[in-house]
């Protein structure tokens, strides 16, 4: 997580390769993009595996306004899926454990009606996952707060 973007001071490197790849960034009190290309292991995520990206109890994205996961391919497209599903976040329908932990299912496969409300579709091989947290608050910006690592199951 970059908690340092949009504010560069002399920093001439790290605007340059902002503007790169983009116009420029947020500022973390904006909004702030976790993201990963490896699982819990650090070995490269790949729909040939299963993988479970599990919220504790209380620990959702903490946000003012709203948080999601998008799903890339290795090509950092969005992964075409039957579902045409792309992201999932705080603003879908997703179901909580009784003891309010919260699992994202992330698999090229169907998990089967009861987990598919929390699927979030696979491409057959290598992928990434971006996060977005918008309007993060306090434990975010401090660097109290990190995603839950991404497990293969």
């Known amino acids: 997580m970059q908690l340092d973007l949009g504010r ?6 790290q605007r340059a390769l902002v503007a790169m790849m983009g116009l420029g960034a947020n500022l973390a ?3 702030v993009y976790p993201a990963t290309e490896v699982d819990a292991a650090g070995q490269a995520l790949s729909g040939q595996n299963r993988y479970l990206l599990r919220f504790p109890p209380g620990g ?3 946000v003012k306004a709203f948080w999601s996961i998008t799903m890339y391919t290795d090509k950092h497209f969005l992964a075409a899926n039957p579902l045409g599903r792309y992201a999932l976040g705080d603003r ?3 179901q909580s454990a009784p003891d309010g932990s919260l699992e994202i ?15 979030l579709p696979a ?17 975010v910006l401090d660097g109290k707060w990190h995603p839950p690592a991404v497990v293969r199951v």
């Open 123 to 139: 491409p057959a091989d290598g992928f990434s996952l971006a996060m977005r947290l918008y309007y993060p608050k306090g434990p």
């Open 8 to 13: 560069y001071r002399n920093n001439y490197e």
């Open 29 to 31: 009190e904006d909004a």
């Open 60 to 62: 959702l994205p903490p």
């Open 105 to 119: 299912v992330i698999q090229h496969d169907d998990p089967g009606p009861e987990r598919r409300s929390n699927w």
């Open 92 to 94: 879908d329908g997703l």
